[in-house]
């Protein structure tokens, strides 16, 4: 599985807009399928490695927009309580 950076665009209940940097990640056709669920900040243990970082997020602002909701769908960690009320058939 690959991943890089991508612009993402969201959208709450009241119709407004916002864009952020996310890794994506790619099944093995190439295919966006998972995005995390938090943008990821520029980062590093040096100024080095943090000028790597910026140099990430500046290439996601060269490749398309991609919007949050087509990831709405991936699968997701399944909590205690919800995998206790599939066993009880809810």
Do not use: C
């Amino acid at each position: 599985m690959t991943w890089n950076n991508r612009v993402i665009r969201h959208i709450n209940e009241d119709a407004d807009v916002w864009y952020s940097i996310h890794e994506v990640h790619y099944d093995q056709d190439g295919n966006p399928n998972g995005v995390t669920e938090n943008p990821v900040p520029a980062h590093g243990d040096s100024v080095e490695e943090l000028t790597h970082s910026m140099i990430y997020q500046m290439k996601a602002l060269t490749e398309p927009v991609l919007d949050y909701r087509m990831f709405e769908n991936q699968e997701k960690e399944t909590t205690t309580d919800e995998a206790l009320n599939m066993l009880k058939g809810k």
